[in-house]
């Protein structure tokens, strides 16, 4: 059975979808049965041209990627998430609305690259940082026995991840 993961951000433009991206390529190269999404709370309507660029340089098919609202996860049809990851510190702070199934919740933080210095090739570089950071904890997650882990066991990984 798949193993959903939804990844928020707030404006889900840059960090959640950095997320959802490295997680469904190492997913796939692993041959793990894990799918990510992402949303925002208050999404932009527009993807960061820097997040698809770094995404985009990693290998990363980026088809189909868009900005939307995290109540495209709380309606009929939607898939029932697993894990709801909070990738800024402003949708950590939100209240979230209710999951079906009551996933479980962790935050990893990342400073927002859209934030760097030194014009774009700073941002350019701070982009290809937050990729590499969040795939490396996604890389993590997948290496979690995901389908014999309780909600405690996966909670308890889960901030295992977020301290390393």
């Known amino acids: 059975m798949?193993?959903?993961?939804?990844?928020?951000?707030?404006?889900?433009?840059?960090?959640s979808v950095l997320s959802e991206g490295m997680l469904n390529h190492w997913a796939q190269k692993l041959g793990k049965d894990v799918r990510a999404h992402s949303a925002g709370s208050a999404p932009?309507?527009?993807?960061?041209?820097?997040?698809l660029e770094a995404l985009e340089n990693a290998g990363v098919d980026t088809t189909g990627y868009h900005s939307k609202s995290w109540d495209t996860f709380t309606a009929d049809g939607?898939?029932?998430m697993?894990?709801?990851?909070?990738v800024c510190?402003?949708?950590?702070?939100e209240r979230c609305p209710y999951w079906?199934?009551?996933p479980v919740q962790v935050h990893w933080g990342y400073a927002d690259p859209s934030n760097?210095?030194?014009g774009d090739e700073g941002k350019r570089q701070a982009f290809e940082l937050?990729?590499?950071a969040i795939g490396y904890r996604m890389l993590q997650l997948l290496m979690l026995p995901l389908d014999t882990l309780n909600n405690a066991e996966l909670r308890d990984s889960l901030e295992r991840i977020a301290r390393s």
């Open 2 to 15: 798949t193993t959903h993961v939804l990844i928020l951000c707030t404006h889900n433009s840059a960090r």
């Open 130 to 132: 937050t990729r590499e």
């Open 44 to 51: 932009s309507g527009r993807l960061n041209p820097f997040a």
């Open 89 to 93: 510190d402003s949708a950590a702070a």
């Open 100 to 102: 079906p199934g009551s």
């Open 116 to 118: 760097a210095p030194g």
């Open 78 to 80: 939607a898939p029932q």
């Open 82 to 86: 697993r894990i709801v990851i909070t």
